[in-house]
């Protein structure tokens, strides 16, 4: 079964709407079919916005999308993605990844093990839990075996693809949907920015005592406006009270402090469609950790796989969990939205990167394959280049900068 299919299958789709669609094939060589992921997800996505339509997508768009960090420019320059401290470390007995791009996230690593001569002194278990422990992000590099027989791993597979479940009654409402985005860094923004290109009201909102990096927030700001504004605030709650989609991407066990569980959220709004992205799934033992893109191919075994050598742990060509993530919980909001204008109801759209790093690991593998280079798509917009959309068309607005919207609807 092909990524596409799985997908489609799993969001409960008409099997037939799918005949003739074939996913291009995306330019990323990798160990594992990390293109045919890719291309899956935004085929997906695609499909399930317009059912019925052929398939238009071009290989150098969608490339470019997904690895869209490599082409940003602001006022000319590069953006350099990686910290002092983000990347893969020996340790005492194997290797560690770590995230430490967010202050504190740098921080809690640095708390532990000092500095760059620190790594050594301590096992790959041992940083990975004290770290988490303190708030920060780094996991053991893991084998792809180790993982299997690690409880997460059992918790990840018992979820679907990607989920679709109607959780609520509520009155069929149709029209331009307004998308609350409670997102950060690459997989949530991705989609939020995907349903902006589809035409819906999307509006950022970022707590106030949260940092976030410029340059990643324009990356994947195209069509969307910023706001900073508390999640218990007045506002929030008239924001709330109007919205047809929250999309949310922070860990499930913070939502739940906040008042912003699923369930919670479509009882204050029936009718609301509720999309859940996170790292690890709403279960298992690290469903309370955060983590991101490169530490899921860390834990998972993918680094161990793409390694160059055996000998030092790698890496997808693509932030490619991340983007997946994104069109798939693309394509629920879109499938949910449909129906709830059909039926009415109040729907759950859920994936997580692990689960679709399951699902990449899962698939058939083969030969490495050499794609030729491609012509990076982009866009400029006076001082600001960034990737243009994966899909034929072009943004309808350039991003903003962090937090410089009214907190309003248009």
């Known amino acids: 079964m092909s990524f596409l299919d799985a997908a489609w299958s799993a969001l409960g789709n008409d099997p037939a709407a799918l005949a003739g669609a074939v996913p291009p094939t995306i330019p990323l060589s990798a ?53 002092e401290f983000s990347g893969f470390w020996q340790t005492a007995d194997g290797w560690v990844r770590t995230h430490a791009n967010y202050p504190h996230h740098r ?43 690690h409880p997460q791993a059992a918790a990840v597979a018992r979820s679907p693809f990607v989920r679709l479940d109607r959780v609520g009654d509520a009155p069929r409402r149709g029209g331009v949907p307004r ?34 990096i410029e340059a990643q927030h324009l990356d994947t700001g195209a069509g969307k ?7 218990g605030s007045t506002r929030f709650d008239e924001l709330l009270a109007e919205a047809d989609v929250v999309v949310t991407g922070y860990r499930p066990v913070a939502l739940e402090r906040l008042g912003l569980s699923p369930e919670a959220l479509v009882e204050r709004r029936p009718g609301l469609v509720v999309a859940r992205l996170s790292v690890w799934g709403a279960t298992g033992p690290f469903a309370a950790r955060r983590g991101f893109d490169s530490i899921v191919q860390a834990a998972s075994g993918i680094s ?24 798939l919980l693309a394509a629920g909001v879109a499938t949910a939205l449909r129906r709830r204008a059909e039926e009415g109801g109040s729907y759950l759209v859920e994936t997580s990167l692990a689960r679709v790093a399951q699902e990449l690991l899962a698939a058939a593998r083969g030969p490495r394959a050499a794609h030729p280079a491609w012509d990076p798509t982009t866009v400029t917009y006076g ?28």
């Open 179 to 212: 998308v609350l985005d409670l997102t950060r860094v690459i997989a949530g923004p991705v989609a939020t920015r995907t349903l902006a290109f589809w035409g819906a009201d999307v509006l950022r909102i970022d707590g106030p005592r949260l940092p976030e």
């Open 107 to 149: 921080e809690a690593l640095l708390d532990v093990v000092g500095g760059a001569d620190g790594f050594r002194r301590l096992t790959s278990l041992e940083i990975e839990e004290q770290v988490t422990a303190r708030g920060g992000v780094a996991v053991a590099v893991r084998s792809e075996e180790e993982w299997r027989a």
């Open 31 to 83: 160990a594992l079919p990390v293109g045919d992921l890719v291309g899956g997800a935004v085929s997906a996505a695609a499909l399930a916005h317009a059912p019925g339509t052929q398939l238009h997508l071009d290989p150098a768009r969608v490339a470019t999308a997904v690895t869209s960090e490599r082409y940003l420019r602001v006022h000319g320059e590069p953006w350099q993605a990686w910290a």
């Open 304 to 327: 161990w796989l793409e390694s160059a050598d055996g000998a030092t742990p790698g890496a997808l060509p693509a932030q490619a969990l991340d983007h997946s993530a994104g069109y």
């Open 383 to 410: 001082d600001l280049t960034v990737a243009r959309p994966a899909f034929p068309g072009e943004w309808s607005a350039p991003p903003v900068p962090w937090g410089s919207s009214e907190p309003r609807w248009k």
């Open 225 to 231: 406006r910023s706001t900073i504004l508390d999640a």
